[in-house]
């Protein structure tokens, strides 16, 4: 479904992605880790088209990403940012609704609240949040708002940045179960960028360490812990000591 061959890309003489090699199957859930600032965002922003790459191909469903009509092919897409993203202004259903009354996809204002309550419920969140706002609600249930519009289109593809970022234990585990069940529900090829391990265990059929702008290792979740990948060790164990430098 999406595929990376020798992405280059940096800014002035910072090099971030130095051949980035990846391939995403239809249907799989695929969770990048890395450290901070290692590049994880700028591949996925690449192959939205937000970051321009410098060299190499990227490919959705076989198209490359620079060729044919912009506004349908982020329309296969849906994200869960990182931080939310919710819109201060926008009460909670316009939040999960705003793909759905405009551009495109536009849906009647009646139709597209419907859609919205729906897709609250399907996050665990009750019809009487539709019209409060983003400031009212605690992380966790803004964390679910997010996820509600991520899904509100039924995309094809989802990418979910650092889902369980300033969420505690209970509700990032309720967050990552809701993250797989949409997932599998839904059929969707999905692309999780996270460093949690929790996370990684239970959202990932595969999984790829990005480090010093390639793709040091691949696989399925279920080789992580028996890999003998000095690098992968280290990220998974915490340690200070390995090939990773530890900024001390």
Do not use: Y
Not at 199 to 226: C, F, T, Y
Request: no cysteine; hydrophobic share 40%.
């Amino acid at each position: 479904m999406i595929t990376l061959d020798n992405i280059h890309k940096s800014f002035g003489n910072n090099h971030v992605l130095r051949g980035v090699n990846l391939h995403v199957d239809r249907g799989e859930s695929m969770v990048i880790i890395g450290g901070s600032g290692t590049g994880k965002s700028i591949t996925i922003k690449s192959v939205l088209g937000l970051v321009k790459h410098d060299s190499g191909s990227i490919t959705v469903d076989g198209q490359d990403i620079d060729t044919g009509d912009r506004d349908a092919f982020l329309a296969r897409f849906g994200m869960l940012f990182q931080g939310g993203a919710l819109f201060d202004s926008l009460s909670v259903w316009q939040n999960v609704a705003f793909r759905l009354l405009r551009g495109s996809l536009k849906r009647p204002k009646d139709e597209a609240r419907d859609i919205a309550i729906e897709k609250l419920r399907r996050v665990g969140l009750t019809a009487d949040v539709a019209d409060r706002f983003p400031s009212e609600l605690s992380g966790g249930m803004q964390k679910r708002v997010g996820l509600a519009r991520a899904i509100a289109t039924n995309p094809e593809i989802i990418f979910f940045d650092e889902p369980t970022t300033g969420l505690d234990p209970i509700m990032s585990g309720v967050i990552n179960d809701l993250i797989r069940e949409i997932v599998v529900e839904m059929g969707a090829t999905a692309v999780t960028i996270t460093h949690d391990m929790t996370s990684v265990r239970a959202i990932a059929d595969k999984v790829a360490m990005l480090h010093n702008g390639v793709i040091q290792w691949s696989g399925p979740v279920s080789e992580l812990d028996a890999t003998d990948d000095p690098f992968v060790r280290q990220f998974i164990t915490g340690s200070a000591d390995g090939p990773i430098e530890a900024i001390r």
